[in-house]
């Protein structure tokens, strides 16, 4: 038997090594000294075993989210226990087997199971202390009155409506310890003149209500994503706001100089052209409309205005490419600088993403941009390979720590996917690409990498919004290399020559680029069948696809002969039959027959022709979501024209299975009218309270008073009759 690297082998005859997790069988080496000593890994299975880390890191944090209640400290006590346990065990695997307590095969299993537990027990601490850090009040009724506040930042809704968050906030007659630390605030069209500067300190008059929950049972929880951003309410204001304090301290001067160049740039340009440059550059997306949202994402070209790490890699290789070929150019007259020219453009280049982080407003997917790059660039300051999927596991180690809460968002998920797709295909890629001319390979290459990017981003695109653009590929191989030839050079241009007053031609160079951009969008998704709507996929799936996927790439990588029966083919079986899973589930989603919206102003029946509405819902968010889950793509108003529902339009009723009926109750008096109609085999819904105890009800009663501890409710039926799944009982509230 062998000892891994890392754990000193018994005394003993050379024997054969086994392989392990990301070793490869060519590089393990038996020690043939019987005295000799290992202290650590050779640096080659350390940087196989590294890939492992942020793996075993995302499982503890997924583990936190799915748990159905917050730890308490017991459960925190005992949690911790057992990762110390496990890293003692991990600790004390080689010194037993050295003394001949335990085999070393066995030495090999606590070593490398001790260590990925403990991890994994990290990672749900780490997300622990992240959600303890953030904490703060949630605003738990509905309030409306003055609010006052410092202005955080400014951006549109998915209604086209301009957004205020506000930072210390303070509420009317609300104590401190009961008013939340942020608000957002969208402003009705009469309330958008003369819109205050960041960082002023504002008041203005208007609704409040708590962070809305999902709209069905297994929907997008927003209440988690404003947990994160510190956002404890969430309103409208139909009346202006009143500047009240002017911004203080220096860092607001930076930001009003950032919101200054961003005005500078729509100026110039103009149009959305101008906005979407803005947005390019600064980060501000406040002049981006919902009309140029819609047409990006049925081409696949969303991503592209939003600050990513597509941007941050063209922006840093320019500012790489260009420094490189100057300073070799200064060398070639002469002078002899002493450091390497790749050391100093991959400096430079950190400083110029660095100071764009900075001037894109320093948002969370930029920061995530940020360190991937930095690490990248990092890489060739050690002589390390700047591409690897060591130094993409050393980026995703970093945001796990940072921002564990990151692993459960699409942009992490997606720019992992495709940098990990991008380092798998290198290898092929440089083999053939040596047999291509010259002239031929950008533009193959182009292809080859949009290609893979795609296929690795598309199925978690479409499970995280719910559509499947067909045409992406062909709109990204038109637009990305305007971006990296024409718009982020321009932009960069521009920058430096601002102070002089010469960033005119730049910015035209810019404004075309980003022209063309719009105009391709706008092509693509006209075309018949461009976007195909995409049912949301049942919880499980998306973690299966994702672990599967890891799991399979990395045991498949560290070069082991999966035709043997070994812990890596074992590995490489268990990822892809994850991944078999994943697409069976995914294959029969099974969406409720009956979703009861929130509040009771909705309720919508599934039919053969589709989800039939109760009524329309005037534009509801909430009915917007059932119906992009179902993978519908008809309109609230065609969904509440089809047949299944019949009666008067504030009392409206539907035949269910077994002789069951519903009843929908909406308007003044609906709760009075609800409590008549309460009968057995009936599901009620009343958007006021019908004053019925649970003993004086005899049928399934969802009033506006059930509702606020229920939260939306899905119904189906089988053999026992309905089944029903709320928000309460699927989602666990922060806080």
């Known amino acids: 038997m062998t000892a891994p690297a890392g754990i ?17 069988p060519s590089r393990a080496k038996a020690v043939r000294h019987p005295t000799a000593r290992q202290s650590r890994p050779a640096a080659a299975s350390r940087a196989g075993l590294f890939p492992w880390v942020p793996v075993c890191l995302a499982a503890g944090i997924s583990t936190w989210f799915a748990l159905p209640e917050a730890p308490d400290w017991r459960q925190w006590s005992a949690w911790m226990a057992a990762g110390a346990m496990a890293a003692l065990a991990s600790r004390i695997a080689a010194p037993l087997a050295e003394r001949s307590r335990i085999g070393w095969r066995l030495a090999d299993m606590l070593h490398l199971g001790g260590l990925a537990f403990a991890l994994v027990v990290a990672g749900g601490c780490l997300m622990g202390l992240r959600s303890a850090h953030v904490s703060a009040p949630i605003l738990q009724w509905r309030y409306y009155g003055p609010i006052e506040g410092q202005l955080m930042q400014i951006d549109r809704s998915a209604r086209d409506r301009i957004r205020l968050t506000l930072d210390q906030v303070r509420l009317e007659d609300v104590s401190a310890e009961r008013t939340p630390r942020r608000v957002r605030i969208s402003l009705m069209e009469e309330a958008t003149g003369n819109l205050p500067e960041l960082g002023q300190r504002i008041m203005v008059t208007g609704h409040l209500g708590p962070p809305p929950g999902p709209a069905s049972p297994g929907s997008f929880d927003f209440r988690w994503h404003a947990w994160f951003s510190g956002i404890g309410a969430v309103g409208y204001s139909r009346l202006p706001a009143a500047s009240l304090a002017p911004p203080e301290g220096g860092s607001w001067k930076m930001h009003r100089a950032r919101m200054a160049i961003s005005a500078q740039i729509q100026q110039r340009i103009g149009g959305q052209e101008g906005a979407v440059a803005a947005a390019l550059m600064t980060g501000d997306r406040s002049g981006i409309f919902e009309a140029t949202n819609k047409i990006m994402r049925a081409s696949n070209l969303y991503h592209i205005i939003s600050i990513s790490g597509l941007h941050m890699g063209m922006l840093a290789g320019f500012v790489y490419a260009a420094m490189r070929y100057a300073v070799i150019g200064v060398q070639a007259t002469g002078t002899g600088l002493a450091l390497p020219a790749h050391k100093i453009a991959a400096l430079l280049a950190m400083l110029a993403a660095a100071i764009y982080l900075w001037l894109s407003g320093g948002g969370v997917v930029t920061e995530r941009a940020f360190v991937m790059v930095a690490v990248m660039l990092g ?36 720019s992992f996917a495709a940098t990990i797709a991008l380092i798998l295909v290198y290898g092929p890629w440089s083999r053939v690409s040596s047999r291509l001319p010259f002239w031929l390979r950008p533009a193959a290459m182009l292809l080859t990498t949009s290609l893979v990017a795609g296929l690795a981003t598309s199925p978690i695109a479409a499970a995280h919004f719910n559509q499947m653009a067909h045409y992406g590929l062909l709109a990204n191989l038109l637009v990305v290399p305007v971006m990296g030839i024409l718009v982020m050079p321009a932009g960069v241009i521009a920058a430096l020559l601002a102070p002089l007053g010469l960033a005119g031609p730049a910015l035209w160079v810019m404004g075309q680029g980003t022209a063309w951009m719009l105009y391709v969008a706008g092509f693509i998704a006209e075309l018949s069948g461009a976007v195909t709507p995409i049912i949301i996929p049942p919880g499980p799936a998306v973690p299966l696809m994702g672990f599967g996927a890891v799991l399979a790439v990395l045991c498949w990588r560290s070069g082991d002969d999966l035709r043997r029966p070994s812990l890596l083919s074992t590995g490489f079986l268990a990822g892809a039959g994850m991944l078999v899973a994943a697409a069976m589930i995914w294959l029969n989603p099974g969406r409720p027959l009956l979703l009861i919206a929130p509040q009771g102003e909705a309720a919508g029946l599934m039919t053969p022709q589709g989800r039939a509405l109760s009524k329309p819902a005037g534009g509801s968010f909430t009915v917007r979501t059932w119906l992009r889950e179902d993978g519908d793509p008809a309109t609230q108003q065609l969904s509440a024209e089809r047949p299944g529902w019949s009666g008067d339009k504030r009392q409206r009723h539907a035949q269910l299975p077994d002789g069951w009926q519903v009843w929908h109750f909406t308007g003044k008096g609906a709760g009075a009218k609800a409590a008549m109609a309460c009968k057995p085999k009936r599901i009620i819904i009343a958007t006021e309270r019908t004053g019925l105890t649970n003993t004086a009800q005899n049928c399934l009663l969802f009033d506006l008073y059930a509702l606020r501890y229920t939260g939306a409710v899905a119904i189906d039926f089988d053999q026992s009759g309905p089944r029903i799944r709320t928000v309460a009982e699927a989602h666990r509230s922060p806080g």
């Open 8 to 24: 000193r082998p018994v005394p003993s005859a050379p024997v054969a090594s086994v392989p392990l997790p990301g070793f490869a």
């Open 379 to 414: 890489a060739i300051l050690a002589d390390r390979r700047a591409i690897s999927l060591r130094t993409v596991a050393l980026a995703a180690t970093i945001i796990l720590i940072y921002s564990p809460e990151a692993l459960v968002s699409p942009g992490f998920q997606m």
